[in-house]
């Protein structure tokens, strides 16, 4: 009994915070009316307060109400990123597995390729020739995706090709298109649709880490890892500044993650 209900505290909580944190990034107003831009020194560097949960930054500004702002570019960095990263991994995954053996052969080789590279420094190779930003962070996140997505999308239809209900298809001459969208991809993408949910965490992360360095939103933009770069030279005496932005963030990624793989676990047993 007790471990049931570890097991669904474990599903319920994440779950939880994830829609806590889609309420913030659709309707931050619903969470706090201070606004992440108005500078107040007279009140800078507050420790954490009735009047300011989180404290207050260097210029005054209300920790609590940047980070929930915050939330809305990093979600939609992580999910949009990941989106891209899907998306394009099965367009190439379906390309190799149902091409021509020398086109499927030279995909492999590229993905083996660009699998050798971090994502992170392979996002920083496509920010290096498109430049800095949110909508280009975003971008480059996900095209960073797109080989381990591919990988995955061709293994699976590789898989779901040789099965029964595709070749009794072909064999009655059912055109191409037909089995491709009505009985190959659908049967293909549950994994894929794991690993996004698990992907997402890490874009969120790889995201931050962008920004941390500078080449994602532009101060004084309300976003997770540019309050965590502004917050470096605090630390020693307004530890507030950095550590509850880090909290949100560690949460978030955490959460995302627990969901993917309990996805993932759920999709395993069902397929055993």
Do not use: C
Not at 157 to 182: E, H, K, N
């Amino acid at each position: 009994m007790t471990r049931r209900v570890l097991r669904a505290a474990g599903v319920a909580l994440p779950v939880a915070v994830l829609v806590v944190l889609a309420l913030m990034a659709a309707w931050p107003g619903l969470f706090t009316s201070q606004s992440p831009l108005t500078n107040d020194l007279a009140a800078a560097l507050r420790p954490p307060s009735l009047d300011h949960p989180f404290g207050t930054d260097n210029l005054g500004r209300d920790v609590y109400a940047r980070t929930v702002h915050g939330a809305r570019t990093s979600l939609l960095v992580g999910i949009g990123a990941t989106a891209i990263g899907a998306t394009g991994g099965v367009l190439l995954g379906a390309l190799g597995a149902l091409g021509p053996r020398w086109l499927d052969a030279a995909l492999l080789r590229v993905l083996d390729v660009l699998l050798a590279f971090p994502n992170l420094l392979f996002a920083l190779v496509v920010i290096a020739f498109f430049g800095k930003g949110t909508v280009n962070v975003l971008v480059s996140i996900g095209i960073a995706a797109i080989p381990g997505f591919a990988r995955v999308a061709r293994a699976e239809i590789m898989v779901v090709r040789g099965a029964g209900y595709v070749t009794s298809a072909v064999a009655i001459g059912s055109p191409p298109r037909r089995y491709i969208l009505r009985r190959i991809l659908p049967n293909s993408l549950t994994t894929v649709v794991v690993l996004a949910a698990l992907g997402i965490g890490t874009s969120i992360i790889a995201a931050s880490g962008l920004s941390f360095l500078g080449l994602g939103p532009e101060p004084p933009a309300p976003e997770w890892g540019l309050m965590l770069a502004a917050a470096r030279d605090l630390l020693a005496h307004a530890w507030w500044t950095g550590f509850f932005p880090g909290l949100v963030l560690t949460v978030t990624v955490v959460s995302v993650t627990l969901v993917g793989r309990r996805l993932k676990a759920r999709f395993d047993r069902r397929t055993a």
